[in-house]
């Protein structure tokens, strides 16, 4: 079963405006990442949280998590076209079993559409 | 990114057929893991590796079996395609237990 949640399944925006995704997810984690996936190719990881942080910022992009409410969102600021792309939360699946060996619960992704 | 590469790229098989996809990593990554895409699902988790010889199952694992012989090399066979296994394959690693994983630019497998 998906782990993460997308909200929104997608999203179209102005150049320059900023983007807001969200996640939720369902137990508890050790990290939560973000990928961004261009049409047709592989993932691009974008950003680590883990679970004692409550902010990261890496360049345009600013994420949050929310541990007590097993959220998380990703701001992308001042779009750019080539942000157009899909977007993935995913955990670590401790639900499988503990360690980090264990592959991650991806969402099922937001389709991020930045019009010129 | 980190060195992945998977092969074949793209791949037309019949049903019943053996089918073994490759991945390749040149980073000495410990951890590997085989993901298949598909639509209104996004990734799932097939099988992964924890070190040579080391392998576990995935969220659907039922229809596949992996091998790892050397830590840069990890293996998906489909024994016996279908076309339920009509999908995206991504493979992926990572050095450390808490890190982010490196994806490859993924299988196109088609199963007719």
């Known amino acids: 079963s998906q782990q993460g949640e997308e909200d929104p399944q997608a999203l179209s925006i102005q150049e320059g405006e900023n983007a807001t995704m969200n996640c939720s997810y369902k137990t508890s984690i050790n990290n939560l990442q973000w990928y961004r996936q261009n049409s047709g190719r592989g993932l691009v990881h974008l950003i680590l949280i883990r679970s004692n942080e409550r902010e990261k910022h890496s360049g345009r992009l600013r994420v949050t998590l929310d541990t007590s409410k097993k959220s998380s969102s990703l701001l992308i600021t001042a779009s750019r076209a080539a942000d157009t792309a899909s977007y993935f939360c995913?955990?670590?699946?401790?639900?499988?079993?503990?360690?980090?060996?264990?592959?991650?619960?991806f969402g099922k992704g937001t389709h991020l559409i930045i019009q010129p | 990114d980190a060195g992945i590469t998977q092969s074949p790229r793209h791949k037309v098989t019949e049903t019943g057929t053996p089918v073994t996809l490759r991945c390749h990593q040149t980073e000495n990554h410990r951890y590997m893991y085989w993901y298949r895409q598909d639509p209104g699902h996004g990734l799932r988790l097939i099988h992964y590796s924890y070190g040579v010889k080391d392998t576990d199952k995935g969220e659907v694992s039922d229809g596949y079996s992996v091998s790892r012989s050397k830590t840069e090399d990890f293996l998906l066979t489909l024994e016996s395609a279908t076309s339920s296994q009509t999908s995206v394959y991504f493979c992926a690693s990572k050095g450390s237990s808490y890190n982010e994983q490196f994806f490859g630019p993924g299988t196109r497998l088609t199963v007719l």
């Open positions: 995913a955990t670590d699946a401790q639900a499988y079993s503990g360690g980090g060996a264990d592959g991650l619960t």
